[in-house]
Nanobody, 118 residues
Framework: QVQLVESGGGLVQAGGSLRLSCAASGTIFSRDTMGWYRQAPGKLRELVATITTGGSTNYADSVKDRFTISRDNAKKTWYLQMNSLKPEDTAVYYC????????????WGQGTQVTVSS
């Protein structure tokens, strides 16, 4: 019942910044967790950051101190602010929502391309 739509990807020079947005339709429950993943060419999809509706966050070591995840519960939207971007950050970024009583089910967005040039 939930659909996720990402926006904000693009081409940026190394050291620059981008902000990704994920807008959800449907109902988000307080137990759900919002997140961002990415997949670079030749690499597995990896977790970038997560945030709960209460505001607790978790980051991959590779992006800690450079990326910030935030959310607006009223708008059912969450964001990934990416600063000090590096070429190795180049990937397709996917937002997701972990849901269900077991916390073991996911909705996924369609992905948005982020390309960081040297």
């Amino acid at each position: 019942q939930v659909q996720l739509v990402e926006s904000g990807g693009g081409l940026v020079q190394a050291g620059g910044s981008l902000r990704l947005s994920c807008a959800a339709s449907g109902t988000i429950f307080s137990r759900d967790t919002m997140g961002w993943y990415r997949q670079a060419p030749g690499k597995l999809r990896e977790l970038v950051a997560t945030i709960t509706t209460g505001g607790s966050t978790n980051y991959a070591d590779s992006v800690k101190d450079r990326f910030t995840i935030s959310r607006d519960n009223a708008k059912k939207t969450w964001y990934l602010q990416m600063n000090s971007l590096k070429p190795e950050d180049t990937a397709v970024y996917y937002c997701n929502l972990r849901y269900g009583s077991s916390g073991n089910s996911y909705y996924w967005g369609q992905g948005t391309q982020v390309t960081v040039s040297s």
